[in-house]
């Protein structure tokens, strides 16, 4: 059985840091593309980042570009996401996905596997 895994989520400080990461597991995702999802109360699903399935590729939403970055881990199975200097509007239920393409999407519908989200309260 797929599934996926995120971890590092927590509360921090207006300004701050998290890691946060997703450890795949049940196949193999060495040639899946990743990426990273966001939801806050009473909002939809937003695209955050996303990276192809070499690593060499990464695509981020405009409102997180210069502060986060994402990453694959060396197994290619685990992917990280570096949150710095965090803001309020950051707060939300943070998603990991992984889709069967090489290619990294922006589009929700593209991924096929999805995480069941770990939460990140930025406070001022």
């Known amino acids: 059985q797929v599934q996926l895994v995120e971890s590092g989520g927590g509360l921090v400080q207006a300004g701050g840091s998290l890691r946060l990461s997703c450890a795949a597991s049940g196949r193999t995702f060495t040639n899946y593309a990743m990426g990273w999802f966001r939801q806050a109360p009473g909002k939809e699903r937003d695209f955050v980042a996303a990276?192809?399935?070499?690593?060499?590729?990464?695509y981020y939403a405009d409102s997180v570009k210069g502060r986060f970055t994402i990453s694959r881990g060396n197994a290619k199975n685990t992917v990280y996401l570096q949150m710095n200097s965090l803001k309020p509007e950051d707060t939300a239920v943070y998603y990991c996905?992984?889709?069967?393409?090489?290619?990294?999407?922006?589009?929700?519908?593209?991924?096929?596997?999805w995480g069941q989200g770990t939460q990140v309260t930025v406070s001022s």
């Open positions: 996905a992984a889709t069967k393409s090489i290619i990294a999407t922006m589009a929700l519908d593209g991924y096929d596997y």
């Open positions: 990276i192809s399935w070499d690593g060499r590729s990464t």
